[in-house]
């Protein structure tokens, strides 16, 4: 299936520019790009859908459903169909037999939804796609989609943790609920030293690209092209070869080219498949059927991230250890699984009670259905939650003991003698030094004279006549991040030039994989990375492989590329005529987890509520950096989206289940403007999970950010209250996102 009708600009070899050997190093930096990919993309001549030039492209609009649950009685598309430029109006009767694809089933007992993709006779969720139109141009599927007209009656319909709702979800594709549990001793019977409670709403991924598809059948070889904007391309092919009762060779899935991911391109959607199901009709002849979702369709029908509640209870003895916590997480999870639906159960159960020791432990975590988009993963995808849950408990602790929040993590957390282990828990802790990076921090934090000077403006507040100063909240967060699992594919090739060309199963979204791959396999061949060509993304020509999930891709993909250049080396070594060609899919022996302590200072004013971070210190250890400057540009994307989530977005719906933050006018999304001072650091230790020594870094910063943020507020609320006495009610509530009226309601509130 070598044929390429989907074309995009030709690219160009540009020069690495960071080669971690010095003597290499020189002649990269003339050009000043950061990023082999840089210079085709900064020339527009990037491998993105939007970007592929088809002959004879035609068009696809969705009509969508404008309930949450509702019966489908009648769908009158004559109009549409007659109308200037239509191809083809298609209704579910026109996808009867199209299933949703398999879920992953990360916990026992767990099995996939065995459903319609698209129910003959009811909506489950607004923007739940119900009619395809496809017609010559853009502005003729729109229009002809107007002219579609489904009659609907409403029904009842379930919302998000709604307990009463129950028997609703029979309405649903599976009766189904994910559960999670995990137990470790028996935490004490006795009232625990501290409880929290913590609501994370629904957030948007909101990648820069947002969803796309261009499919093509050819029918003179009986295969599907499909350039989708996706992190997982051979998984994509599975499902729709699958979908369309298709063998995986007959199916070409090509994704050069991603304009951001963050979870929310791991799986594919309805849409994807009706494409694809369009495209293989007769009355499209053959030609390209191209899709690109508007930004309001993502925030509707695109994956949604969080949607948790939380709740714990931590016990510790009177030497101030932890001897005990009680977990119960609940997810929502939407009218459809996507593939890793349960990965944020899983994850949050899993890595309580995160980076610190406790005798037992006791995870109940569940996820239910709801009438609303789907829940998947998205940056992180439970490692926030999990952070945000524990370092809530340990602040509160600490207030609770009268016991400084830094000393309390310093006794508990585990030692670095005492990595890599086996958890009580089953799970196996990477190395690192976590009570380093709680010490590096506090010094660049300054943190023990920002305490004294916070208890001297305190004192000073309680003084007649003092000018009420905004309220000062000293935050902080220790997390661990689990880093990906299994393993992936590469095939290295010793090309008769002299050159190499690199294939990897691993797939590309921004974060300059065709950079970092090439460093590690040129370090290991013993040439320059501009003499290795990495190509990601299409079947076609790559191994099949996992994709970018999970921090996974330079801990678990570098490896595999080491390993392959490993034994290339020798073979050359040899006397292997070229060319030559290694193939593998190497498996890791652990996972890495990354590790690392924020610090923030918070100041909220009295008068509004409004928050400011007035410091920001970050002691991050990814393990090996195979390209600092790629690891840091990661780590502040991450930092970012963690800013948005703590501080601003929240995808709402009405009690009729209508979406209210349907754009970027509603929902709020973090500007540069926003972003605070940082003092970023990194304190690596190498990982004992792969030869590479490399730990995940791309979710680092949603994890520990919004944790500390909260605290932070805690902390700064707490001037209200005098010591000893319970934090207020509103203030023992607070929620996500941290606004200005949160906040300011918090401080009204009587004691």
């Given at each position: ?123 489950l969720a607004v923007g739940a796609p119900v009619v395809l139109v496809v017609a010559e141009t853009l502005q003729q599927a729109q229009t002809a989609a107007d002219l579609v007209w489904v009659d609907y009656q409403d029904l009842p319909h379930a919302t998000d943790f709604d ?589």
């Amino acid at each position: 299936m070598a044929q390429d009708s989907f074309t995009d600009k030709p690219t160009s070899s540009a020069p690495f520019p960071a080669f971690v050997n010095e003597a290499h190093s020189v002649a990269w930096m003339d050009e000043g790009l950061l990023r082999t990919e840089d210079a085709r993309l900064l020339r527009g001549e990037g491998g993105f859908v939007a970007n592929r030039v088809a002959p004879g492209t035609v068009h696809a609009v969705f009509v969508r459903s404008p309930h949450a649950h509702a019966r489908i009685t009648e769908i009158q598309a004559d109009d549409a169909r007659c109308s200037p430029g239509v191809l083809t109006v298609l209704t579910p009767v026109d996808f009867a037999g199209l299933r949703q694809p398999p879920v992953n089933p990360l916990l026992p007992g767990m099995q996939s939804p065995s459903a319609d993709l698209l129910p003959q006779d009811r909506v489950l969720a607004v923007g739940a796609p119900v009619v395809l139109v496809v017609a010559e141009t853009l502005q003729q599927a729109q229009t002809a989609a107007d002219l579609v007209w489904v009659d609907y009656q409403d029904l009842p319909h379930a919302t998000d943790f709604d307990a009463t709702a129950t028997a609703l979800y029979a309405s649903m594709p599976s009766n189904l609920a994910i559960d999670a549990r995990v137990q470790v001793g028996q935490v004490p019977a006795g009232a625990p030293s501290a409880q929290a409670s913590v609501e994370l709403p629904r957030v948007a991924a909101s990648p820069l690209e947002p969803r796309a598809a261009l499919m093509q059948w050819h029918g003179e070889t009986q295969t599907l092209q499909a350039c989708l904007s996706t992190q997982t391309p051979s998984r994509a092919r599975e499902d729709l070869a699958a979908a369309l009762a298709l063998q995986p060779a007959q199916v070409r899935v090509i994704a050069t080219d991603v304009g951001g991911a963050f979870g929310a391109k791991a799986s594919v959607f309805a849409e994807d498949l009706m494409l694809a199901a369009a495209a293989c009709r007769a009355e499209l002849n053959g030609r390209p059927v191209r899709w690109l979702a508007t930004r309001g369709e993502d925030l509707l029908a695109g994956t949604h991230g969080r949607a948790s509640r939380l709740q714990g209870r931590l016990w510790l003895d009177t030497q101030g250890r932890f001897t005990g916590l009680d977990a119960h997480l609940q997810f929502a999870l939407g009218h459809w699984l996507p593939f890793s639906a349960a990965a944020p159960i899983r994850n949050a159960s899993r890595i309580l009670p995160g980076p610190y020791a406790v005798e037992a432990l006791q995870v109940h975590a569940q996820a239910h259905l709801s009438h609303a988009a789907a829940v998947g993963i998205y940056r992180g995808a439970g490692r926030p939650e999990a952070c945000i849950l524990m370092e809530r408990l340990v602040d509160a602790a600490a207030r609770a003991q009268g016991l400084d929040p830094l000393d309390l993590r310093l006794l508990n957390a585990w030692r670095a003698q005492d990595l890599p282990r086996a958890l009580p828990s089953g799970e196996w802790l990477d190395r690192c030094d976590l009570p380093a990076l709680l010490e590096r921090a506090a010094v660049l934090f300054n943190y023990r004279e920002r305490r004294q000077q916070q208890a001297q403006e305190r004192q000073q507040q309680t003084e007649p006549h003092a000018s009420p100063a905004p309220l000062r909240g000293l935050g902080m967060a220790l997390y661990v991040e689990p880093c990906g699992q299994g393993g992936e594919s590469a095939r290295l090739t010793a090309l008769p030039d002299g050159r190499f060309l690199l294939a990897t199963g691993s797939s590309a979204q921004g974060q300059g994989r065709e950079t970092a791959y090439a460093l590690i396999a040129a370090q290991a061949l013993g040439c320059l990375p501009v003499d290795v060509t990495v190509v990601h993304g299409d079947t076609a020509h790559c191994p099949p492989g996992v994709g970018a999930l999970a921090s996974r891709s330079t801990a678990i993909g570098g490896s595999a590329i080491l390993a392959a250049a490993e034994q290339l080396h020798a073979q050359l070594a040899g006397g292997a005529a070229l060319p030559c060609s290694v193939e593998l899919f190497h498996h890791v022996s652990h996972e890495a987890w990354a590790s690392g302590c924020l610090m923030v200072e918070m100041l909220i004013d009295r008068d509004t509520g409004q928050p400011r971070i007035t410091e920001l210190v970050w002691v991050d250890d990814a393990g090996v950096l195979v390209h600092p400057d790629l690891v840091h540009g990661q780590l502040v994307g991450g930092l970012a989206q963690g800013l948005g989530q703590a501080l601003m977005e929240r995808i709402v719906y009405d009690d009729n289940g209508q979406l209210i933050t349907g754009s970027l006018m509603d929902y709020a999304l973090p500007r540069a403007e926003d972003m605070p001072q940082l003092t970023l650091e990194s304190l690596a230790t190498r990982s004992a999970a792969n030869a590479l020594g490399a730990k995940g870094v791309g979710e680092a910063g949603c994890i520990g950010l919004p944790a500390a943020l909260l605290n932070a507020a805690h902390d700064a609320l707490a001037q209200l209250t005098p010591p000893g006495q319970p934090p207020r009610e509103s203030a023992a509530s607070l929620a996500f996102p941290l606004t200005a009226p949160q906040l300011w309601h918090a401080m009204q509130a009587p004691a």
